[in-house]
């Protein structure tokens, strides 16, 4: 596999299962809230996160800003991929913390406990705002890396969309 194709790949994957987590909520379980946390998409999404931080770490960005980028936005560029490169695996490290301090047991494919549910509630509380708050914060700078690079395409035409979208709806972009 190339690496465009695992930068594809990633992207895609990070993207729905960031999804996921912004639409499904351990409230929406009021009665076992450790239900309502779905620790196998968490993992994945760890998985995920891990492969582009040692990617990210091994040998920087994927690709650098395109030429029709005025000079302002080839600065910003960079900026923003970091952040984002920097972001999921922290937002990713906030929610472990987050489960870890729990006061209730979490088991890992429903079996294997993952944490022992000692946790206090005050600190579970505060590990778990810091964690919105860090997630609240990622969504908003994936939202913001979405409508740039809708820009990029619609507005600057440079086919910027082609870099991250799968191969047959190429031919609509």
């Known amino acids: 596999m190339t690496r465009r194709a695992l930068?594809?790949?990633l992207y895609w994957s990070t993207f729905g299962l960031t999804l996921y987590f912004f639409v499904v909520e351990p409230e929406n379980v009021p009665s076992d809230p450790a239900a309502g946390l779905d620790l196998h998409t968490g993992m994945v999404l760890a998985a995920v996160g891990m492969v582009w931080i040692v990617m990210y770490l091994a040998k920087?960005?994927?690709d650098h800003p395109g030429p029709k980028l005025p000079g302002w936005v080839k600065t910003f560029?960079?900026?923003g991929h970091k952040a984002l490169q920097i972001g999921v695996p922290v937002g990713i490290v906030s929610g472990a913390l987050a489960g870890l301090a729990a006061p209730f047991?979490?088991?890992a494919f429903g079996s294997v406990p993952i944490n022992q549910g000692f946790g206090g509630k005050g600190f579970h509380n505060f590990a778990q705002e810091v964690h919105e708050?860090?997630?609240d914060g990622l969504?908003?700078?994936i939202g913001l890396?979405?409508?740039f690079h809708l820009w990029r395409h619609f507005w600057l035409k440079d086919n910027a969309l082609r870099v991250v979208a799968p191969r047959i709806p190429h031919i609509y972009l």
């Open 77 to 79: 560029d960079p900026i």
């Open 139 to 141: 969504i908003l700078l």
């Open 60 to 62: 920087g960005l994927t």
């Open 133 to 135: 708050l860090l997630f």
């Open 105 to 107: 047991v979490i088991h």
């Open 145 to 147: 890396h979405i409508a």
């Open 7 to 9: 930068v594809k790949w």
